[in-house]
């Protein structure tokens, strides 16, 4: 299945996915040292997002956000790449900055959790 | 959104990496909003300055991008502390280390050493009709309801990167079709000068988003309409208002929804914004004071306990005789400041953003009270 969106930022990966239904708000919700949902609120509840296809409504919460997304990339917590279906500034520039490719406008629906997903940003979609 | 055949040059790199990352994050929000091309901005008031806000995540990407240059004129909004008095405040020397670190990037990349949420008490006005892009919530407001510039509320990322680019997306308070009056406050009282925080604070709860109005102000100050803005985007986000012979571009629907303002439920707001009653300190300055209210503050002062003013340095050096209760702190202000671990409990304030913040960032307790009862106040 293939899922079309717009590409925020470009690149190519394969990773296994991590499905928050949940708006994600990047200060307070993530462990920016660790890389874990600390949220417990969030039935991803502990789960690591590093090295994750980590997929999410949109993010939500203070701007600083954008710098946790940069500081989960400096200590190699991050995830390998962020897919939204909403547009929404904090996550965009995070991604942005932190080099991580990016896609939105995904119907998330359709991705199931933990499910290997390739994601080619540059051309805005996702293979399942 | 359209770039330009040099903005695309720069998105591809030809000014380096980070550049081309600024460039991105200007393309980026202005596809999100529905920018149609970039616009050039006369200055950039940058936030997420403060330590306390921005941590080691601030710290460790305001480092990595300090060899960029902004080409545009930049100020910083408040730090967590006073750059040179910090040890005054009770700050601790690795917060200060890292403190000065944020600092030294954002000079290094040639930001003023400037910081406050006011930098038009400190010589930056910019022009009637211009664009900016500032990121304070209150000098934002302040630009476009009473100077009648434009800008849009600008995060730290966002304000940096068209500081480095000297542009900003075209979308929202850069439209005049988007500069219009939506909802109608009614105001039929005479109002004090705390009136306007609690006010600001009221229309920023009710607002829903929308652009307010507010009829009945036949007269206001600048400090009156700095309270009244700082309130309102603290509560509601409000990034405009309009008051008739004010403003300098009224403009408003046909028939605005009306909401009337009662006396009462001003009063409320004082209630709800006050938590304790013995204050550990009194603290004026938010947003920062100008120099003539902090010389009527020192004329006025008549309470036993102790007042920290923030306030611009150009105002601080202007200052001369203090008398021993009063401190004056510049550069920073109690709402960026780590209150909370300076041994501050309850802290006294006339300001409902410095009292609304200190509750939900800092996490200590408040009492709202009108400044002359707080310079009043001589009860032990």
Known sequence: ?128 | MFLTKQEEKILDGELGPIKAKAMRILATLGDIFDADKLIPIDSVQVSGVSYKTIGDAGLSFLEDWSHAKVVVETRMNPAGMDLINWKEMGISEDFANKQLRIIDALTSMGIQKSCTCTPYHAGLIPAKGSHIAWSESSAVVFANSILGAMTNREGGPSALSAALIGKTPNYGMHLERNRVGEILFEVDFDLTDFDFSLLGYYIGKYAQNKIPIISGIKKANQIQLKSLGAGAAASGGIPLFMIKNITPEFRIIEKPERIHVDHEELISIQEDLTNCDRPNIISFGCPHCSLEEIEEIIQKNKTNKEIWICTTKQAKEKIKAVPSNIKIFSDTCMVVAPVEKLGIECLATDSTKSAHYSQTLSQIKTILKPREELLNDIKG
């Open chain 1, 1 to 128: 299945m293939i899922l079309k969106g717009k590409s925020i930022v470009p690149g190519k990966v394969k990773a296994r996915s991590l499905v928050s239904t949940t708006p994600i708000s990047f200060l307070g919700d993530v462990d920016p040292d660790k890389g874990t949902i600390v949220d417990k609120q969030n039935a991803l509840y502990g789960q690591s997002i590093a090295g994750k296809v980590f997929v999410f409504p949109l993010g939500k919460g203070s701007t600083v956000g954008s710098y946790v997304i940069y500081q989960l990339k400096k200590n190699q917590k991050a995830p390998i790449a962020l897919i939204n279906a909403e547009a929404e500034a904090i996550v965009a520039v995070g991604a942005i900055i932190s080099d991580i490719p990016m896609v939105q406008g995904i119907d998330i629906d359709k991705i199931p959790n933990n499910k290997e997903v390739y994601v080619n940003a540059s051309e805005g979609y996702l293979k399942l």
